[in-house]
């Protein structure tokens, strides 16, 4: 087992968030906005569909030698699942569910003499004898029997749930959240079931430029969004919270001080200093190569790198306002009560201040997720974004840009980095939207 | 106000100190003139006096911060810190790497930007703050519902998709304006347009839903449901006293950016292949021109910080009740 920077630091992530619900879950007064949530399907429905996204991102974080290539290549979880898809390379493009391929070449028939046409795939649809007459059936046969597997799936684990008797936990299973959780599991576990198996015989999502499957990269890309948008912020909550809170605790110099840095650091145009301290981080591995001699470290350190430029660009505005919220908060009678009491500041910080603040912090890590999801696309776009082998939805939408411009249009690649990106972002957005409204608590009240 | 003016243009003044020690940490002190200059000119087979002759020529031979070679005040002139930093207060930017002088440039590139930026705020101004106030005109119905549900998802979208397909749809299917370039004068309003469009298009999500807080705020005052009290009716409530009451926060939200329009928009005059300070930068970055990137992060910081300037003063024109102190 290899554990690469990032994936360690996903680890850490991990435990650190699950530690972090069980507090809340704790918390006598995060239980109503908690309940909230919970109660809401629209929230529920894209947590699930988050949940289900960081469960490929997790799978693509656990790597390991592979067994039978002679390099010493890493390959994770999800590489070894989607064996077939990885394997299955073409020469070149193919669209989507293609038995030939997208440009005519000159081929060698049996009798020695040559023809000028599009040649069969090498893998997609290779089971096919005759493919023009066998093709649509195939494709319908096969996508009926990868859903009816996926969904009679789920319709039997809907089955043992619908028989449990317990009558706490059927009112919960009768609540519309969990319909709305049943249903996006559905249509995810019967759609991921479907095209998984059509994978086996198809491109479903056609290849690329090399002749790779873009559904295969779409998958891989799925980790590096979710690690640009998480590790981010495990690099900016720390500075943002221990500033913001001491500029507010303290106020005076301190204040001024951060305030200080803050602004300078705010006044830079943030992707100019990305871009700047991203070409520093390439002269430096140009410079030391013999640091970065394996592909993966070096696309995986480039992609920290980018985490914590990301982050050091990033935390001013949660710093700005929890700075505002402590200077409220310390005029608070519970807090001056405990400076009376004569208790040390940094435990008034610590126990008084800090949990009063976690809602603004829940708040800003959840809206910043999808932002930076779509800030990742467009510096990779400028060439600062994550290293060029890795791949990401940035990497696929600059490569599919000049492939709209060929005849016939290469729309695949772009649909789907397009597709999987919406979706996530979109799940993201809509939940961030009320888990602001759960704990806004100027909008408590409706 | 003018002590107010002077006091806050002096609190300006180190923070453009401490960007530019930034800068000039970032760019010399993790990595020395010769990694650059290695950088420049290949990895191999570089010798050793082409660095010199590189470092020699873009004037990175100095010492860093103090030269003890020369005599008297040329102890601290005669050094990379003030010859590449120091200038950069003068708004003299030197020479780029490729051997242009980066102020012409820069002067020659910021109309296009703002021939490109202008137009892309003001429609998308307009246009958010109608579908805002109509949003809030719609309240508690399903068209708010629909239109909010539809803010998200266009919000959901990367801009990249929009500039994409804007051209694909309407600069390759439809053929109506030419996909990307630029001209001078007024031959430039067809390359315009179609930046223009998109960039409004792209911005509707987040600004509509934006604004709609902004006014769905103020709907909840008093003083709007004296106007109601009155008879007037929801539009004239809305568009007479909301949309003036709201104005103070989007007009300083504005103001902040004003400067910053100079500097252009990297991704879409880069995708349009219009000749503005946005894809200036991005030549820089993909040629890895370190000097044009360092002028242009100081540029931006003056630009960001004359932004914060203003919108302090306009705070105090605009809003009767802000005090200066």
Redesign the interface.
């Known amino acids: 087992m290899i554990v690469l920077w990032t994936d360690g630091l996903i680890y850490l992530l991990v435990v650190t968030s699950v530690v972090f619900a069980w507090y809340l879950g704790r918390q006598q007064h995060m239980r109503r906005p908690l309940k909230k949530i919970a109660a809401s399907p629209v929230a529920m429905a894209s947590l699930t569909l988050l949940l289900c996204f960081a469960l490929i991102g997790l799978a693509d974080s656990i790597h390991f030698k592979d067994g039978d290539s002679r390099g010493n290549e890493a390959v994770s979880l999800l590489d070894v699942a989607c064996d077939t898809m990885r394997k299955h390379g073409e020469k070149t493009y193919s669209a989507p569910f293609a038995v030939h391929g997208y440009a005519k070449e000159t081929l060698a028939l049996d009798d020695g003499s040559t023809r000028w046409d599009y040649p069969r795939l090498q893998y997609g649809g290779a089971h096919l004898a005759d493919p023009e007459t066998e093709w649509a059936g195939d494709v319908f046969d096969k996508t009926l029997s990868g859903f009816s597997r996926g969904a009679g799936l789920m319709l039997m684990v809907l089955l043992l749930a619908w028989g449990d008797q317990h009558e706490r936990r059927r009112t919960l299973w009768r609540s519309a959240s969990s319909k709305a959780v049943w249903a996006t599991l559905f249509v995810v576990v019967s759609g991921s079931y479907t095209l998984f198996s059509l994978s086996e015989y198809y491109h479903v999502l056609g290849t690329d430029k090399v002749g790779e499957d873009v559904f295969y990269q779409t998958l891989k890309s799925i980790r590096t969004g979710l690690v640009i948008g998480s590790l981010t912020t495990l690099v900016m909550l720390p500075l943002a919270i221990v500033f913001g809170i001491m500029a507010g605790f303290f106020k005076g110099w301190v204040d001024d001080v951060i305030q200080?840095i803050y602004?300078?650091l705010?006044?830079?145009?943030s992707?100019?200093?990305i871009?700047?301290?991203i070409?520093?981080v390439?002269?430096?591995m140009?410079?030391h190569p013999e640091n970065f001699n394996n592909l993966l470290v070096r696309a995986d350190m480039r992609l920290l790198f980018l985490c914590l430029i990301l982050g050091v660009t990033s935390w001013t505005g949660l710093c700005r306002l929890l700075r505002a919220e402590t200077l409220k908060l310390r005029e608070m009678e519970y807090v001056l009560a405990a400076q009376a009491l004569g208790v040390k500041p940094a435990m008034i910080l610590f126990r008084h201040i800090l949990p009063n603040v976690m809602h603004i912090v829940l708040i800003s890590v959840v809206l910043d997720f999808?932002s930076l999801v779509?800030a990742e696309?467009?510096l990779s776009?400028?060439?600062?974004g994550v290293d060029p082998t890795t791949h990401s939805?940035g990497n696929m939408?600059n490569s599919?840009?000049l492939e709209?411009?060929r005849e016939p249009?290469v729309w695949w690649s772009?649909t789907a980095a397009?597709v999987f990106?919406?979706a996530l972002?979109?799940a993201a957005?809509?939940f961030a939207?009320s888990v602001r409204d759960a704990f806004d608590p100027r909008r408590a009240g409706n | 106000m003018i002590t107010y003016i002077i006091r806050r243009f002096l609190y300006a003044l180190?923070?453009l100190m401490?960007?530019n020690v930034?800068?000039f940490v970032?760019?010399f002190v993790?990595?020395s003139p010769d990694?650059?200059a290695?950088?420049q000119l290949g990895?191999k087979h570089v010798t050793e006096q082409a660095i010199q002759n590189w470092k020699h020529q873009h004037g990175y031979d100095l010492p860093l911060l103090w030269n003890g070679e020369q005599a008297g005040g040329k102890q601290l002139t005669d050094t990379i810190f003030y010859q590449k930093s120091v200038n950069l207060f003068l708004f003299d930017f030197g020479i780029s790497d490729s051997g242009r002088n980066i102020g012409t440039d820069i002067r020659q590139r910021m109309w296009p930007s703002l021939a490109l930026a202008l137009p892309s705020l003001i429609v998308g101004l307009l246009v958010n703050i109608t579908l805002a106030l109509l949003m809030v005109l719609f309240r508690n119905t399903y068209v708010e519902l629909g239109s909010s549900v539809l803010c998200?998802?266009l919000?959901?979208?990367?801009?990249?998709?929009y500039i994409?397909g804007g051209?694909?749809l309407i600069g390759?299917l439809l053929r109506l304006v030419p996909i990307s370039g630029y001209d001078s004068g007024l031959a430039a309003l067809k390359f315009l347009i179609l930046p223009v469009i998109i960039s409004v298009v792209a911005g509707i999500g987040a600004g509509a839903r934006w604004y709609r807080t902004l006014f769905l705020e103020e709907v909840e005052k008093d003083y709007v449901r004296t106007a109601r009290a009155k008879g007037l009716t929801e539009t004239q409530v809305l568009f007479k006293h909301v949309l003036k009451n709201a104005m103070i926060p989007i007009l300083t939200g504005v103001v902040v950016v004003l400067p910053?329009l100079f500097?252009g928009s990297?991704?879409m005059e880069?995708f349009f292949s219009i000749p503005g300070l946005g894809s200036y930068?991005?030549d820089a970055?993909?040629r890895?021109d370190?000097a044009i990137?360092?002028a242009?992060?100081f540029l931006?910081?003056v630009l960001?910080?004359a932004g914060?300037l203003l919108t302090d003063i306009s705070y105090t024109l605009v809003d009767p009740r802000v005090r200066l102190s």
């Open positions: 200080f602004t300078t705010n006044s830079i145009p992707v100019l200093l871009a700047a301290s070409l520093m390439q002269v430096y140009t410079n999808s779509l696309a467009v776009y400028i060439n600062i939805w939408i599919a840009r709209m411009a249009v772009l397009f990106m919406f972002v979109l957005n809509l939207d | 180190p923070l401490a960007v930034l800068t970032l760019f993790v990595n990694d650059m290695r950088m990895q998200v998802m919000m959901s979208v990367s801009s990249l998709f994409i051209q694909f390759k910053l500097m990297l991704i880069s930068t991005i970055i993909n890895q370190f990137v360092r242009m992060v931006g910081s960001y910080i914060l």
